[in-house]
């Protein structure tokens, strides 16, 4: 079988250079082997070096940025879990992680004596999360998790480093290479299997692995909420969240951005229409889309009927600490109105670069639009005593170390989860049932709306009811790539099935279930594919999940 080689553009988010094109240069020294090799470190990636670890795996993690936890950490994204998360609907080892970011608060933290005596503290008390945390802290905690293993050498954990190129013969990845960002060096990563866990799918084009993009059409998937007309270059917003607080009766307004005039001036073209300018506090009710007015007071005073975005997505309530720790509350903007929806992120490393700079400057512009013409209950205009807080994101600019993605590239599986399957009208219209379809093959469950964000290809949210779901194991192979795997927001679902399946206790649950999977593959000495055709390998897969600790199916 004639061997293949892929070779791409390599990008930093961080820093947001890339460099050219390059030859792949053979390392002997620094080269490394392991049985299981996970490009990206966010919840997902995490979660399936965890499992394969506890499963005696020998494994290397790499991640572009210097911290590991994906939405939660370097894209400052505090949890969008259900109700149901503190006692079931999750893998155990999610609640231990969330556990274990409460009891890091408790023990580095002067938290007053109710929040430490609260058994399911809140740090920031916002309103999205029953664990709204610093990004810090959550990368802190999975670093303390990984510890053990890294100390005994079971794990090579190698941050600030790019997948640059891979090394595939037929339908079998050989090797994959990664730079170091820091130094330059290449390195050749040897494995038994490869997970790509990265954020945007980056390991499908680098080894053929066929995948999709955007959105489908009706026809395609007879999902009742899928577009007309398929779109590949249809994705859902990126955001690039940053970090404020605010110190009254001071004034810290920013220098006005050099592009204000045209975001703030900017009305999205999307259908339906958006209900105002971008910058504002109207926006498109995702449910409805009808107007819908939102409030913004940074001291967390009630803003009527009206959601206070200040406390929506608040990772630090002061009140929690003792008095002096805090001068105010911190947040994070992660709002309808630094949703970026000019462009995406896989359209090549020239925009990314480019999208990515113009979401920082729509992040800026709405800044300032705070600190100078956001109305106040008093008939005044701005709150310049907002600060942004890069300290906060690890950055020097006061933005997220990487964009928070929605939408990346998705494998064509042996399975493709449709709106069909999970969806609470379409189900119940194909099967008059209230239920998820149940999945004789799951490895894990999950549940959240399906919640589509306004879109590069001009949809407006889409959002609806979906169905407390299973995770098939059918989703999570290639149809033709023997030892790649997903464990982020790339595996087989669609453009609308995405949206219930991105969130963070799912990936984390995916990664598990990838995990364990991979663990069973090696010490079977056998593939993915050959465990889901095999009811009695299926069967022990699913039992060996259930020992430890993840739900196969909903009470």
């Not at 364990?516 to 095999?534: G, M, R």
Request: charged share 20%; net charge negative; hydrophobic share 35%.
């Amino acid at each position: 079988m004639k061997r293949r080689r892929f070779v791409e553009t390599i990008g930093m988010s961080s820093g947001l250079f890339f460099l050219d094109a390059i030859p792949i240069p053979k390392y002997d020294e620094g080269d490394l082997r392991a049985d299981l090799v996970i490009t990206g470190g966010g919840l997902g990636g995490t979660a399936t070096a965890i499992a394969a670890l506890r499963n005696g795996l020998r494994v290397i993690l790499t991640e572009e940025t210097d911290w590991l936890g994906g939405q939660i950490s370097q894209q400052g994204v505090p949890p969008d879990e259900h109700a149901w998360i503190e006692t079931h609907g999750a893998p155990a080892s999610y609640r231990e992680y969330r556990n274990g970011i409460r009891a890091y608060y408790k023990n580095h933290y002067p938290l007053t004596s109710s929040a430490r005596s609260n058994a399911f503290l809140n740090p920031g008390n916002g309103a999205v999360s029953r664990i709204c945390c610093e990004p810090r802290v959550a990368h802190t905690v999975l670093m303390q998790t990984l510890a053990p293993y890294l100390s005994t050498g079971q794990l090579k954990l190698l941050l600030e480093h790019k997948l640059a190129s891979a090394e595939v013969d037929g339908d079998r990845v050989e090797f994959i290479q990664v730079i170091d960002l820091g130094s330059g060096d290449h390195r050749n990563l040897e494995g038994t299997q490869f997970v790509d866990a990265t954020e945007l799918g980056d390991l499908l084009p680098l080894t053929g692995t066929e995948y999709v993009t955007g959105s489908e059409s009706k026809q395609q998937t007879k999902e009742l909420h899928a577009a007309e007309k398929a779109d590949p270059e249809n994705h859902q917003a990126f955001t690039m969240c940053f970090a404020m607080d605010y110190v009254p009766h001071a004034d810290l307004t920013i220098d006005r951005p050099e592009n204000y005039s045209y975001w703030s001036n900017l009305v999205p073209d999307l259908t339906p229409p958006w209900a105002d300018t971008l910058i504002d506090l109207n926006y498109s009710n995702p449910k409805t889309l009808g107007p819908k007015e939102l409030g913004f007071h940074p001291e967390g005073i009630p803003t009527g009927d009206m959601l206070n975005l200040w406390n929506y997505r608040r990772i630090i309530h002061r009140d929690n600490f003792l008095p002096g720790t805090y001068d105010g509350d911190i947040t994070i903007v992660n709002w309808p109105q630094n949703d970026y929806f000019l462009g995406n992120l896989t359209e090549g490393e020239v925009a990314f670069n480019k999208h990515v700079e113009q979401s920082k400057q729509l992040n800026l512009s709405l800044f300032y639009w705070l600190q100078t013409e956001a109305p106040r209950p008093d008939g005044g205009a701005g709150w310049p005593g907002l600060r942004l807080r890069g300290d906060v994101m690890g950055t020097t600019d006061g933005m997220a170390k990487y964009p928070y993605v929605r939408e990346s590239r998705r494998i064509e599986a042996l399975f493709t989860i449709k709106e069909e399957h999970v969806g609470k009208e379409n189900r119940k219209m194909v099967s008059g049932e209230d239920k998820a379809a149940v999945f004789d093959d799951s490895v894990g469950i999950g549940y959240y709306h399906i919640d589509l964000h306004p879109s590069s290809g001009g949809n407006n949210y889409i959002d609806f009811a979906s169905l407390p779901f299973q995770i098939p194991l059918g989703a999570l192979i290639p149809r033709r790539m023997k030892n790649v795997l997903p464990a982020n927001k790339n595996i087989g679902t669609t453009h609308i099935t995405n949206g219930c399946y991105r969130l963070h206790p799912v990936e984390w649950s995916i990664g598990e279930a990838v995990g364990v999977l991979a663990a069973k593959c090696i010490d079977w000495k056998v593939q993915p594919a050959e465990i889901y055709h095999s009811p009695d390998k299926l069967k022990d897969l699913q039992s060996a999940l259930s020992r430890q600790g993840i739900e196969l199916e909903w009470p």
